[in-house]
T-cell receptor
Framework: GNSVTQMEGPVTLSEEAFLTINCTYT??????LFWYVQYPGEGLQLLLK?????DKGSNKGFEATYRKETTSFHLEKGSVQVSDSAVYFC????????????FGRGTSLIVHP | SQTIHQWPATLVQPVGSPLSLECTVE??????LYWYRQAAGRGLQLLFY??????ISSEVPQNLSASRPQDRQFILSSKKLLLSDSGFYLC?????????FGPGTRLTVT
């Protein structure tokens, strides 16, 4: 089956620090990979995606590279802001597979001024 | 692009009362639709998904049910709420393997 493993949180950083949130996956088939962000009290929003190996997804200063050899899709940002405080979910979907995406458990990020 | 509406935004219900949460989708046709729940923590629990009118698949056996009376309408129901039904309920649809989520309904069962 498919699974996504994310690092446990919360991750607590000071403003302007470098962020890495680790995500690894197992999949039957060739997955597309996603990062979603959930701000307090809201639904999830798609942050970025990558659909094939070595693709780099990027948005709002965040980026993640699809590493097939290490089955990873780590989220990074060079300089976080207080407004980046949220829960981040790594996810995958397999083309031609079930209609159900697979989500990680989420990683809470807290950024202090 | 598609927009997902959910209502109500918040709800406080006593144990044993019925429940009806509604989700409607604009901007797309024949979407795959999903109900998720987040209880207390952060994780997403898939409750139901639907690939078409009247087609509902249940992922977790419990006292909740779902219906899809129209192409872009998805309803989550319960005849008798339990305390454990408290949580944040999210409706979602899929397009090109990306999921799009509604704003959610915060349910508190007292």
């Amino acid at each position: 089956g498919n699974s996504v493993t994310q690092m446990e949180g919360p991750v607590t950083l000071s403003e302007e620090a470098f962020l890495t949130i680790n995500c690894t996956y197992t999949a039957t088939g060739y997955p597309s990979l996603f990062w979603y962000v959930q701000y307090p009290g809201e639904g999830l929003q798609l942050l970025l995606k990558a659909t094939k190996a070595d693709d780099k997804g990027s948005n709002k200063g965040f980026e993640a590279t699809y590493r097939k050899e290490t089955t990873s899709f780590h989220l990074e940002k060079g300089s976080v802001q207080v407004s980046d405080s949220a829960v981040y979910f790594c996810a995958l979907s397999v083309s031609g597979g079930s209609y159900i995406p697979t989500f990680g458990r989420g990683t809470s990020l807290i950024v202090h001024p | 692009s598609q927009t997902i509406h959910q209502w109500p935004a918040t709800l406080v219900q006593p144990v044993g009362s019925p429940l009806s949460l509604e989700c409607t989708v604009e901007g797309t046709s024949n979407p795959n639709l999903y109900w998720y729940r987040q209880a207390a923590g952060r994780g997403l629990q898939l409750l139901f998904y639907s690939v078409g009118i009247g087609q509902i698949s249940s992922e977790v056996p419990q006292n909740l049910s779902a219906s899809r009376p129209q192409d872009r309408q998805f309803i989550l129901s319960s005849k008798k709420l339990l305390l454990s039904d408290s949580g944040f309920y999210l409706c979602a649809c899929t397009r090109s393997y990306e999921q799009y989520f509604g704003p959610g309904t915060r349910l508190t069962v007292t």
